[in-house]
């Protein structure tokens, strides 16, 4: 990947509804090798998907909730019983496992504490678990999408010896 590249990705993370022709004027490429580049990122797994990104107030998912999970047993038949039960919950929209003294975390959107509470009984139905901790955000201060995109994973175009082809 190239600096052309980190500029396609820096666009696309921040407004995937340009069209092609207005993505190539910003990084200076005629639309076909624009499309074509975006073709390989898309290949190559540098790009995951293309989605819309709703707010939760508006669908009725306006309590998030930070859940701390201890395993009850550190088998693998304990890890592939939590993940798929977790996998298969909609509230849940991360999951992380964590190194320290909690094992996993995730991320969870509900509509209120009703719901919480019947999600919560599902969750420790799930496998054996040490320790449960919640903890509900009160306001969301930040919130992106884009990740920032470090240099050292572009190459730099102008020290390459061969031209790329675009």
């Not at 790009?47 to 309590?63: E, F, H, K, Q």
């Not at 998030?64 to 201890?70: A, R």
């Not at 320290?100 to 209120?112: E, P, Q």
Request: hydrophobic share 45%; glycine share 6%.
């Amino acid at each position: 990947m190239d600096e052309i590249d980190r500029q396609l990705l820096q666009i696309l993370q921040r407004d995937a509804t340009l069209s092609i022709a207005q993505m190539a004027e910003r990084v200076g490429l005629s639309p076909t090798p624009c499309w074509k580049r975006i073709q390989k990122l898309e290949a190559r797994g540098v790009i995951t998907s293309r989605v819309a990104l709703v707010d939760p107030d508006s669908v009725g998912m306006g309590l998030s909730v930070l859940v701390s999970v201890e395993a009850g047993e550190h088998t693998p038949e304990w890890l592939a019983s939590f993940s798929a039960g977790v996998n298969g919950m909609p509230e849940v929209m991360e999951v992380y496992r964590m190194a320290g003294d909690v094992d996993y975390i995730l991320r969870v959107v509900v509509a209120g504490m009703v719901e919480y509470d019947a999600f919560y009984k599902r969750l420790i139905g799930l496998a054996p678990m040490k320790n449960v901790t919640s903890r509900f955000a009160m306001e969301r201060m930040k919130y992106s999408t884009a990740y920032p995109l470090h240099p050292s994973a572009f190459r730099d175009r102008r020290a390459a010896d061969t031209p790329e082809e675009e």
